[in-house]
């Protein structure tokens, strides 16, 4: 039996929602993450370092006793950000970065941003103080096919917010093709990037090939096969400009399974399994380590984490629970389209 060990990783995107999800779902990440960046995009949005406050005592009491894990908070950026509470937050430790969302982008993003120049000040600022900017990179243009907004995003927003405020520190979240790997390898030491396993894993045919497969939907939506390939030889290279951000995404099946519906993958549950699967396929785990301990905290300037983790593999394959119970409803649980024999054992 294989036997790795790393240091525990930490997840740098993650959705918790709120109420009975998030009860739910924060014991899956804390099981095997010890820390995490936690979203905005709740209704109404995190918009203040109180709300963060708030929020954040909400994760806490759902942290399962003896899990030692961090919840780091953000706060959603808008047109109206005051710059002011924003700093003394910062200064305060209540928010540790800012997420932008064009407005309208995915799952609760109307508040986003319209205008970039109307936020040019509050980035101005962020980068006098150092507070890290994570970007949903997508526009939202009806003309621009749903394929290529990620690729036009970088080329009319990205380039522009680099290019006039090269000291601010970005992470371009859960990337999805070949286009952002070039663009971000080949930028300032500033600019990141974080990628999910889903995108690791899956092709657009995952949502679209025998049927609608909508528990495969996520936004920015998955791409042709040439992009995934870009995705994986990316992250298991061990450059360290990158590193694994879930983007794990509750819904319930039944808002999952409409007429209309929502966005988003809940990969928390297996997510090192399936990462140290696609790594192993690679002959690349000696890689994974940075990807999922090493990289993202490197960025974010924090000490890696003291704790260890094993991974074993299994002679036979692993077997996925299909479903995680919220009450008398439940989340469909991410599985991929090919065997998994790494587990974690501890």
């Known amino acids: 039996m294989e ?3 790393i240091i525990k990783p930490d997840d740098w995107h993650v959705h918790f929602r709120d109420n009975k999800i998030l009860e739910a779902v924060v014991p899956e990440t804390t099981r095997h993450f010890a820390r995490s960046i936690v979203m905005p995009n709740l209704i109404p949005p995190i918009i203040s370092g109180k709300d963060a406050v708030r929020y954040k005592k909400r994760i806490e009491k759902a942290i399962p006793k003896g899990k030692n894990f961090i919840p780091f908070m953000t706060v959603y950026l808008t047109e109206n950000t005051d710059k002011n509470e924003l700093k003394e937050s910062y200064k305060n430790g209540l928010v540790f970065a800012v997420k932008l969302y064009p407005a309208g982008a995915t799952t609760n993003s109307d508040s986003g941003v319209k205008d970039l120049r109307k936020v040019m000040p509050t980035l101005e600022t962020m980068a006098e103080l150092g507070i890290p900017l994570l970007i949903h990179g997508e526009v939202t243009d009806k003309e621009i ?10 080329e009319q927003k990205l380039d522009f917010i680099c290019k006039k405020i090269p000291d601010l520190k970005i992470t371009l979240e859960h990337i999805t093709t070949k286009d952002a790997t070039l663009y971000v390898n080949e930028g300032n030491n500033n600019l990141v990037a974080s990628i999910t396993p889903h995108h690791l894993a899956l092709n657009r045919n995952a949502i679209l ?7 495969n939907y996520c936004l920015p939506i998955l791409k042709r096969e040439p992009h995934r390939i870009a995705l994986l030889d990316t992250a298991v290279s061990g450059n360290p400009k990158f590193f694994l951000g879930t983007d794990t995404a509750p819904h319930m099946t039944e808002d999952k399974e409409s007429a209309c519906g929502c966005a988003g993958v809940f990969n928390a549950t297996y997510c090192l399994s399936i990462l140290a699967q ?5 002959n690349s785990l000696h890689n994974l380590e940075k990807f999922v301990s090493r990289n993202g905290a490197n960025h974010y300037n924090l000490k890696t984490n003291d ?4 991974l074993v593999k299994l002679n036979q394959e692993l077997s996925f629970k299909k479903y995680l119970e919220v009450g008398e409803k ?5 599985k991929p389209d090919f065997p998994v024999y ?3 054992s501890n």
């Open 307 to 310: 704790e260890k983790i094993s």
């Open 209 to 215: 090939v025998g049927g609608i497969k909508p528990h």
């Open 342 to 344: 790494w587990m974690v």
């Open 330 to 334: 439940k989340i469909k649980i991410f």
């Open 3 to 5: 036997k790795i060990e």
């Open 278 to 282: 696609l790594f192993d396929n690679k």
């Open 145 to 154: 096919d749903i394929f290529d907004r990620e690729k036009v995003f970088i």
